[in-house]
């Protein structure tokens, strides 16, 4: 496994990174926020403080998260629940409070890997619905054969439905997960988004309203675009 440790404090990246190579595990270090997106390439998980010297740790995590799905870890001397709520609300994976037991975190670091499906194998790149291929690895959406322009955001909803295999994705989850924040449009936002994405792949029932919970991916059926379900 390689981890990706971004910690700019010299004592704990001495002391941690001699700990995880003798749990088998190769590690590249960075010491700044800027420029961690271009260091993912092979990376397995990232370890990631919140108190960098040039970027707050927490936009570092959603810029991760907008170009890449490996498992972000959180590290950080911020214990308050308000810090972990925001951690994991800009895309971290888990969030562990330092002082901690590098045991425990390793143990957390195999439990990501395991959810995000790494463990046991690659995830699948494409998935394929209703005529409708998207390519999760190259962001890469077609429908019929045709490709379909979507911007950044509006591909993050589909594929974080996607990913969900047909479970239903709660509004908050969606917005959390895509934005990083909430906001009082936020709502109003994502149905402008969905509306956007039904139009776009000219599959109107794809995307269903579970009303009064959020959306899910499905396949058409017969009725009027975007239809409540349940």
Request: charged share 25%; proline share 4%; glycine share 12%.
């Given at each position: 496994?390689?981890?990706?440790?971004?910690?700019?404090?010299?004592?704990?990246?001495?002391?941690l990174r001699p700990a995880l190579h003798r749990h088998g595990m190769t590690t590249t270090r960075?010491?700044?926020?800027?420029?961690?997106?271009?260091?993912?390439?092979?990376?397995?998980?990232?370890?990631?403080?919140?108190?960098?010297?040039?970027?707050?740790?927490?936009?570092?995590?959603?810029?991760?998260?907008?170009?890449?799905?490996?498992?972000?870890?959180?590290?950080?001397?911020?214990?308050?629940?308000?810090?972990?709520?925001?951690?994991?609300?800009?895309?971290?994976?888990?969030?562990?409070?330092?002082?901690?037991?590098?045991?425990?975190?390793?143990?957390?670091?195999?439990?990501?890997?395991?959810?995000?499906?790494?463990?046991?194998?690659?995830?699948?790149?494409?998935?394929?619905?209703?005529?409708?291929?998207?390519?999760?690895?190259?962001?890469?959406?077609?429908?019929?054969?045709?490709?379909?322009?979507?911007?950044?955001?509006?591909?993050?909803?589909?594929?974080?439905?996607?990913?969900?295999?047909?479970?239903?994705?709660?509004?908050?989850?969606?917005?959390?997960?895509?934005?990083?924040?909430?906001?009082?449009?936020?709502?109003?936002?994502?149905?402008?988004?969905?509306?956007?994405?039904?139009?776009?792949?000219?599959?109107?029932?794809?995307?269903?309203?579970?009303?009064?919970?959020?959306?899910?991916?499905?396949?058409?059926?017969?009725?009027?675009?975007?239809?409540?379900?349940?």
């Amino acid at each position: 496994m390689h981890i990706l440790l971004v910690e700019d404090d010299d004592r704990i990246a001495a002391a941690l990174r001699p700990a995880l190579h003798r749990h088998g595990m190769t590690t590249t270090r960075l010491d700044r926020g800027r420029g961690v997106v271009d260091h993912l390439g092979g990376v397995d998980v990232v370890l990631l403080d919140l108190g960098l010297p040039d970027v707050d740790g927490v936009d570092v995590c959603r810029a991760i998260r907008d170009v890449s799905e490996v498992p972000v870890i959180v590290v950080s001397a911020r214990g308050e629940v308000d810090d972990r709520i925001l951690g994991l609300h800009s895309g971290a994976d888990d969030y562990v409070v330092k002082p901690y037991d590098v045991g425990e975190l390793v143990a957390r670091m195999h439990a990501v890997q395991r959810r995000r499906g790494t463990a046991a194998g690659p995830a699948p790149d494409v998935v394929a619905i209703d005529g409708v291929r998207i390519d999760l690895g190259r962001h890469a959406v077609s429908v019929d054969g045709r490709d379909v322009a979507l911007t950044r955001k509006e591909f993050q909803v589909l594929a974080l439905l996607a990913g969900a295999k047909g479970a239903v994705c709660t509004r908050n989850r969606i917005v959390a997960e895509v934005w990083g924040r909430s906001w009082p449009g936020a709502n109003r936002t994502l149905d402008v988004h969905v509306a956007t994405l039904r139009t776009k792949l000219g599959r109107p029932e794809l995307v269903q309203t579970v009303r009064g919970v959020g959306y899910r991916l499905g396949p058409g059926r017969t009725g009027g675009a975007g239809r409540d379900v349940g």
